[in-house]
């Protein structure tokens, strides 16, 4: 480790801010204990982590070494890349879709300037603090056999459509899908009306003297105006459908079958009920993996479209 | 900007309709939280409050929160105090190895608890911390250090370096700069922490799953999925066990939710 060149701050901080009076040592006693802390229940089960996929282990008696087996499983295993499609499915879910509706209802709000706007953020935004397992469950009675989605198909005499959204093979997955998008669009919403409250008003006026519309002012003003903030809603999204665990384990439990299964799902299924140690492992460390690799690439792409 | 009074129509309209989608499913499980449990209650009138005291008692809510509050407080308050001072150091300081070790913590953010619960688990259980408040709450404060800790140093790279500098000139040591003057004026900052992490606890559901195997610690989530797998007859009671665990969380967030909007939206890894 070398000290880092500061000479680019633009700050103006203190010149060696850690001298004079201070100590070498001050910047290090006060980072210590939440470095301790940090590394023995972060950074050294993620490396245990690394060191366990490893090995072929049921939790029990001795294990044996495989090698890049488990990872290679990843591709080989059905039920693992069915968990990996799912995953995919639920980034449109979770991230896409949300920043679709996210990107008109900010520009419909942000445009009108409609009253009741912060009245309208703080319900949108509601969904971000509900514990997902309240939310699994009240989403598990309106997908119910006689749950609210079922009473309104039936009241519009749809009753052809009704089923059990839950225990349906096709169903399933998009059911669940759109919980998260129910949850996720809010704060995507919320965080793209902050961006567009940044774009100057003259920006608007101009466009409108050029006689631009509604929607050409939407693709060639405000989406390009709020590319920053797509990036983070883009970002947190993803992670945060990729992250998603309790919603599984509380409204499917991956079934039927394996239709609704996600690689989070697998890693708790694995290590605690059939014995796969080494591959939950694997599979917890490739998460993380590609979680690094999509924020990277998203914060990558948004920076040279710039 | 003017706009035309159709499209100020359909503007609401939007409105409106986005609040309702949202809403519905809020409104539902509270709706079914007061209706009548059974058909012996269903005689009775269609209005239930006691459903609340019904489902705290047979889903032993009482010691389930007892227990979501005591890994709270351990998480936010070990968090709060570790992330304020490695924070300072990182936002006010210059070392050897500064850089490395900020980026250590930042890892942190991204690591989803799926990475690290396989081997905390067996190692703990080793060690037979499983089942005890620590297995529950220290990982969980490891991973609100890494994002407190990069939200403080945010912060206190803020802050204007003249307002140490005078007081280092004053004769104050670092510590007491942090505790009489920069804590008091970061209080925005540091409740909007605190609001984070205590949310962020309190919904946290696979790490007390895994940690308490005996159901000894568990957390209220933990109770709701626990009382959901017991509890089949009827949703009312269900539904309201779910309102009193969001309930919590829902009431600080309408009580302070520009800390909350500001600190999810700002708390966004950008580097």
Same mark, same amino acid.
């Given at each position: 480790m070398r000290a880092s060149p500061k000479e680019s701050r633009t700050t103006g901080a203190p010149r060696n801010a850690s001298g004079r009076r201070g100590h070498a040592a001050t910047p290090y006693l006060f980072i210590a204990p939440a470095f301790i802390l940090y590394a023995a229940f972060m950074l050294y089960p993620l490396a245990?982590? $690394?060191? +366990?996929?490893?090995?072929?282990?049921?939790? #029990?008696?001795?294990?044996?070494? =495989?090698?890049?087996?488990?990872?290679? @499983?990843?591709?080989?295993?059905?039920?693992?890349?069915?968990?990996?499609?799912?995953?995919?499915?639920? !980034?449109?879910?979770?991230? $896409?879709?949300?920043?679709?509706?996210? +990107?008109?209802?900010?520009? =419909?709000?942000?445009?009108?300037?409609?009253?009741?706007?912060?009245?309208?953020?703080?319900?949108?935004? /509601?969904?971000?603090?509900?514990?997902?397992?309240? %939310?699994?469950?009240?989403?598990?009675?309106?997908?119910?056999?006689?749950?609210?989605?079922?009473?309104?198909?039936?009241?519009?005499?749809?009753?052809?459509?009704?089923?059990?959204?839950?225990?349906?093979?096709?169903?399933?997955?998009?059911?669940?899908?759109? !919980?998260?998008?129910?949850?996720?669009?809010?704060?995507?919403?919320?965080?793209?009306?902050?961006?567009?409250?940044?774009?100057?008003? @003259? +920006?608007?006026?101009?466009?409108?003297?050029?006689?631009?519309?509604?929607?050409? @002012?939407? *693709?060639? !003003?405000? $989406?390009?105006? =709020?590319?920053?903030? +797509?990036?983070?809603?883009?970002?947190?999204? !993803? $992670?945060?459908?990729?992250?998603?665990?309790?919603? *599984?384990?509380?409204?499917?439990?991956?079934?039927?079958?394996?239709?609704?299964? =996600?690689?989070?799902?697998? %890693?708790?299924?694995?290590?605690? @009920?059939?014995?796969?140690?080494?591959?939950?492992?694997?599979?917890?460390?490739?998460?993380?993996?590609?979680?690094? /690799?999509?924020? #990277?690439?998203?914060?990558?792409?948004s920076e040279r479209g710039a | 900007m003017r706009v035309s009074p159709s499209e100020r129509t359909l503007n609401y309209a939007i409105l409106i309709f986005f609040s309702v989608v949202v809403l519905t499913p809020v409104f539902s499980i509270v709706v079914t939280a007061f209706a009548p449990a059974n058909a012996a209650a269903a005689r009775a009138g269609a209005f239930h409050p006691e459903n609340f005291a019904q489902a705290w008692v047979q889903g032993r809510f009482g010691t389930y929160m007892a227990t979501s509050v005591l890994i709270a407080v351990i998480v936010v308050s070990l968090a709060l105090v570790l992330s304020v001072m490695a924070g300072y150091a990182f936002g006010t300081m210059r070392f050897r190895g500064e850089q490395v070790l900020f980026y250590l913590f930042l890892l942190g953010i991204m690591v989803p608890s799926e990475a690290i619960i396989v081997p905390l688990f067996f190692d703990l259980r080793t060690f037979g911390l499983t089942d005890t408040p620590w297995a529950v709450a220290l990982p969980q404060v490891a991973q609100s250090i890494a994002f407190g800790t990069y939200w403080m140093r945010a912060y206190f790279k803020s802050v204007s370096p003249s307002i140490m500098d005078a007081a280092r000139v004053d004769g104050a040591s670092k510590g007491r700069i942090l505790v009489s003057i920069l804590v008091p004026m970061g209080r925005p900052a540091i409740t909007t922490m605190i609001v984070l992490m205590f949310m962020w606890t309190w919904n946290e559901f696979l790490i007390p799953l895994v940690m308490s195997p005996s159901g000894e610690f568990r957390t209220a989530p933990l109770g709701l999925a626990f009382f959901q797998g017991q509890y089949t007859q009827g949703t009312a009671l269900l539904a309201a066990a779910a309102v009193m665990v969001a309930l919590p969380v829902v009431i600080l967030y309408f009580l302070m939710q520009r800390h909350f909007i500001r600190g999810m939206l700002e708390g966004a890894v950008k580097e």
């Open positions: 245990r982590s $690394v060191h +366990l996929s490893l090995f072929a282990w049921d939790g #029990l008696t001795l294990a044996t070494f =495989v090698g890049f087996g488990n990872y290679t @499983e990843l591709f080989t295993d059905d039920r693992l890349r069915a968990a990996f499609g799912h995953a995919l499915a639920f !980034i449109i879910f979770f991230a $896409v879709i949300p920043c679709g509706i996210g +990107l008109v209802l900010a520009a =419909v709000l942000t445009r009108s300037k409609a009253r009741g706007l912060s009245l309208f953020r703080t319900l949108v935004f /509601l969904p971000q603090v509900i514990a997902m397992v309240v %939310v699994s469950v009240a989403f598990k009675q309106i997908y119910a056999p006689d749950g609210l989605l079922n009473s309104a198909l039936r009241s519009i005499g749809l009753d052809s459509l009704t089923r059990a959204w839950l225990g349906d093979y096709v169903f399933s997955l998009p059911a669940v899908g759109l !919980i998260g998008s129910w949850v996720s669009t809010g704060l995507v919403t919320v965080l793209l009306l902050a961006g567009m409250a940044k774009i100057p008003t @003259e +920006l608007f006026e101009a466009a409108r003297l050029d006689g631009a519309g509604a929607v050409r @002012e939407f *693709i060639f !003003i405000i $989406v390009p105006s =709020v590319r920053a903030e +797509l990036t983070v809603a883009l970002t947190l999204t !993803i $992670v945060a459908s990729l992250k998603t665990f309790d919603l *599984i384990y509380m409204t499917t439990a991956g079934g039927p079958g394996s239709s609704t299964t =996600v690689p989070s799902y697998e %890693v708790y299924r694995r290590a605690f @009920e059939t014995g796969q140690v080494g591959s939950a492992a694997a599979i917890g460390v490739t998460l993380s993996i590609i979680i690094f /690799l999509i924020t #990277l690439a998203v914060n990558r792409i | -």
